[in-house]
């Protein structure tokens, strides 16, 4: 099951910074998220307004106790060892706000679209001039890329950005990048062993090409893939 988020549209991604705070992302989801946040000033102050809306309800209600026999019984459907749900007594001081909050959030992704659904192993947030977040890059070990425009902004007459990968200290264009929505591209195979390492680049170039297949642009931006999954745990 695909999990990612559609962050290219403002609402979805507001919607995102919600279910962020109320920790209700998966960890694909939350992954994907923080490498926006960590660019993005516009997400960050979304996230900082979904924790002074849901503190000022915090602050009104008063804190519901669950009945005791509920964790029990979570526990039994859920398959969970009975050491671990006694350790929920720290759930247990959650406040109607949890429940309320879901409630409004989950109603407002019910009324959403569905979003096409982006996949892949590792993230890069590509910025555009300015530092603006330009460009959600998804790569998976399969070599498969996909390209979800966020804001590049405007670009000047006849140009465009270009995806880079360094291969051994040599520059390999990728592709360009889109002024908007989607785009797929396919690493080539030689290539896909240095996802994990692999430095990434951003050029404005023509918007036909960089010239002679080298950067000869400003270079906007540069980076690594962050792995989209994390090891597995045991609570």
Excluded at 20 to 41: H, K, M
Excluded at 100 to 111: E, G, R
Excluded at 152 to 160: C, I, Q, R, S, V
Excluded at 168 to 180: A, F, I, Q, R, Y
Aim: aromatic fraction near 6%; charged fraction near 20%; include cysteine.
């Amino acid at each position: 099951m695909h999990d990612t988020l559609r962050l290219s549209d403002p609402e979805a991604r507001e919607l995102a910074a919600g279910e962020y705070v109320l920790g209700t992302l998966t960890r694909r989801q939350q992954a994907e998220f923080e490498a926006l946040l960590a660019v993005s000033p516009e997400l960050q102050q979304s996230v900082d307004a979904w924790r002074e809306r849901l503190q000022a309800l915090n602050a009104r209600l008063a804190p519901v106790d669950p009945p005791a026999a509920l964790w029990p019984q979570i526990a039994a459907r859920a398959g969970l060892e009975r050491r671990w749900w006694r350790r929920l007594g720290l759930w247990q001081g959650i406040s109607a706000l949890s429940t309320l909050a879901a409630l409004v959030l989950a109603a407002l992704l019910i009324a959403a679209p569905a979003p096409p659904m982006m996949d892949g192993d590792y993230v890069f947030v590509a910025n555009a001039e300015g530092g603006r977040p330009g460009w959600l890059v998804s790569a998976s070990d399969s070599g498969e890329m996909r390209i979800q425009t966020l804001a590049p902004g405007p670009m000047p007459a006849g140009m465009a950005c270009e995806l880079w990968m360094m291969d051994n200290g040599k520059p390999v264009s990728l592709g360009m990048l889109p002024s908007s929505g989607q785009k797929s591209m396919r690493l080539p195979e030689p290539m896909r062993a240095q996802l994990r390492s692999a430095d990434l680049a951003v050029s404005l170039e023509p918007r036909s090409g960089a010239p002679a297949g080298k950067p000869s642009g400003t270079m906007l931006d540069h980076g690594k893939l962050v792995p989209m999954r994390s090891e597995p745990f045991s609570l």
